[in-house]
């Protein structure tokens, strides 16, 4: 042979089904299918489709969905339309619809759009296993909050617990980290009794001015896992609860002393990273200063410990910068560096003059973007780090 063959488990997969761009949560909802669009062309612009194994899931079932989520739950969710929603329906309320706030609306196609995004992860979680490939991303997945009976924080189906079930038939010990600035808290409860995953969320933690806490109002440093002594999953939970403005080196910081000594301690078998884009300066939801490239600096992190390694999407709420991080984020995976200048033929290229100064660039400086002000001291962070430290003992059991 003529060397054709790719070395084993050396290469990038990117599963991505163009369909879930079809779908609209509404006009003014923060989630928008469209920062996947862009991440498709900027990825496509810059060439990167030649550098990766290409794959176009098809809409996962009912059963597949059925391994983490209860039956009843999926029912509704796969019957319910704009047009038949009742909304004094005691179960449209209890499985996690309507109410007051409306973070998760009932639009069309929305079954579809659900098992687009989740299949696409269990491919990508297959092409692991299978030893197709070494690292797998899926852009459109990563909705963290999604319980087994009830939809939560824009997620509807959790795509991440049913990855994570899929590691588990061939690796022993499943990592999950969470750069979101929400806590992940459902794949967190997920796992909640088992030794198997440990979970890692960095987050904002903290009541607003008005009394409000940030969502989901959970994931304070001291929650690490059941308090029941005898229960497995005790100590497999670690929650980094931070500040307003956290800036780029403090992050990193935190992010390679914290996670590094993670993967020492439970020396993982394999590792999925939530890239959630909301924790980037001038995010419309997010209350962190982070830059594209402190950002990726987690996925770089992440992929030095070289193990099967999958990554999704999540949060990002400024199209124009999701679909910059990640698409930095896909060059970091496959060992590429981007030029600077947009390409000139990127389909939407309007779409990256924002407000920040740097339109026209993929690295635009976002630091003073409806900037935060950092209120996170060097010594807060300071014992920040010791208590997560402090917690990784309970792994010595
Ligand atoms: C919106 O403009 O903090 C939903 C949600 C819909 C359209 C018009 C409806 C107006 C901001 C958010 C009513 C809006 C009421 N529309 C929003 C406690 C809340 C109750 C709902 O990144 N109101 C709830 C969820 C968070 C709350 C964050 C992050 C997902 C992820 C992974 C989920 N919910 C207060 C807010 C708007 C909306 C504008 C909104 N919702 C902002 N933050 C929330 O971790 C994908
Ligand atoms: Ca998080
Ligand atoms: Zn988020």
């Not at 309507?98 to 995004?117: A, Q």
């Not at 896992?225 to 980094?240: A, E, V």
């Amino acid at each position: 042979t003529f060397g054709m063959e790719k070395p084993q488990g050396y290469s990038v997969s990117f599963h991505y089904n163009p369909h879930v761009e079809y779908h609209h949560f509404g006009s003014s909802h923060p989630m928008k299918p469209w920062r996947l669009t862009l991440t498709k062309h900027l990825v496509l612009a810059y060439g990167l489709e030649f550098t990766m194994d290409l794959y176009q899931p098809p809409p996962a079932t009912f059963e597949q969905l059925s391994q983490f989520h209860d039956e009843g739950y999926l029912e509704f969710l796969s019957k319910i339309t704009p047009q038949n929603v009742e909304h004094d329906d005691p179960s449209y309320l209890a499985y996690g619809f309507g109410g007051e706030s409306n973070d998760c609306p009932v639009f069309d196609g929305l079954w579809n759009y659900v098992t687009l995004y989740s299949n696409a992860s269990l491919w990508a979680a297959n092409s692991l296993t299978s030893q197709q490939s070494s690292i797998a991303i899926n852009w459109s997945g990563g909705l963290h909050h999604a319980k087994k009976n009830m939809a939560s924080g824009f997620c509807y189906i959790n795509d991440i617990v049913l990855a994570i079930q899929q590691l588990l038939t061939r690796h022993q010990r499943v990592l999950y980290i969470d750069i979101d600035v929400h806590h992940g808290d459902g794949v967190e409860q997920a796992f909640e009794s088992t030794d198997r995953v440990f979970t890692l969320s960095y987050h904002k933690f903290g009541i607003d001015k008005n009394g409000y806490p940030f969502f989901p109002g959970t994931g304070n440093i001291h929650e690490m896992g059941p308090n029941d002594p005898s229960s497995r999953g005790k100590g497999h939970t670690l929650n980094i609860p931070l500040e307003d403005g956290i800036d780029d080196d403090q992050y990193k910081w935190l992010f390679k002393t914290i996670t590094g000594a993670v993967v020492e301690k439970y020396q993982p078998e394999a590792i999925v990273l939530q890239c959630g884009a909301d924790s980037l300066g001038g995010d419309r939801l997010g209350k962190f200063n982070l830059n594209i490239k402190a950002h990726g600096s987690c996925v770089e992190t992440v992929k030095s410990f070289e193990k099967p390694l999958l990554l999704i999407g999540g949060g990002g709420y400024t199209p124009r910068n999701v679909a910059r991080t990640w698409c930095h984020e896909t060059a970091v995976c496959v060992g590429a560096t981007l030029h600077n200048n947009l390409p000139t033929h990127l389909p939407y290229i309007q779409a990256f003059q924002g407000d920040e100064n740097g339109g026209g660039t993929l690295y635009p400086d976002l630091h003073n973007t409806k900037r935060h002000d950092n209120v996170n001291s060097a010594q807060k962070l300071q014992k920040l780090v010791q208590h997560a430290l402090e917690n990784l003992r309970y792994l010595e059991g």
